[in-house]
């Protein structure tokens, strides 16, 4: 019992410490978006996995299983949102159309929509989300090259 108690909490503190591998959103010169969406996700997907292969199989087998495919599932989540964040921030820096191809049906395409708003530096990008030749979803975003200080921004 001593020894799954130990292997349990040493499982939670290594996870715990993987949160220092996805720091949040830029600072300063950062888009607002961040760009460690598949180490969060890794790390999220894991600590759901782990309670789950727990709650499952009552062993530390079935909770290291869990916490494996919880962290894979995650990892892939969150890999798909940095591809359509990164889509999106490269469109509204080109100026120009920018597509990725996931190589499983999928596509983001993202278009900038009209010139960057020389106030505050920022331009509205559009967002398709493609699986398998049909639009999914499409959503509109503002982009922005400069830090949000309450109401204003600052460059």
Do not use: F
């Not at 299983?65 to 469109?91: K, T, Y």
């Not at 530096?121 to 922005?144: L, P, Q």
């Amino acid at each position: 019992m001593k020894k799954k108690m130990l292997v349990l909490l040493c499982s939670i503190v290594l996870l715990a410490s993987l949160g220092a591998c996805a720091p949040m959103a830029q600072q300063g010169g950062g888009y607002g978006h961040s760009r460690y969406n598949a180490q969060k996700g890794a790390l999220g997907g894991a600590a759901a996995g782990a309670l789950a292969g727990q709650a499952i199989g009552r062993d530390t087998e079935s909770t290291l299983i869990g916490a494996g495919v919880g962290a894979l599932i995650g990892a892939l989540a969150g890999n798909a949102v940095d591809q359509h964040n990164v889509a999106a921030r490269e469109a509204a820096r080109t100026g120009g159309r920018v597509v990725y191809l996931d190589g499983r049906g999928g596509m983001v395409e993202a278009t900038p929509i009209g010139p960057v708003n020389q106030r505050t530096n920022c331009r509205k990008v559009r967002k398709t989300i493609w699986k398998d030749g049909k639009v999914v979803g499409s959503e509109t975003e503002e982009i922005c090259e400069a830090t949000k200080i309450e109401s204003h921004y600052m460059n």
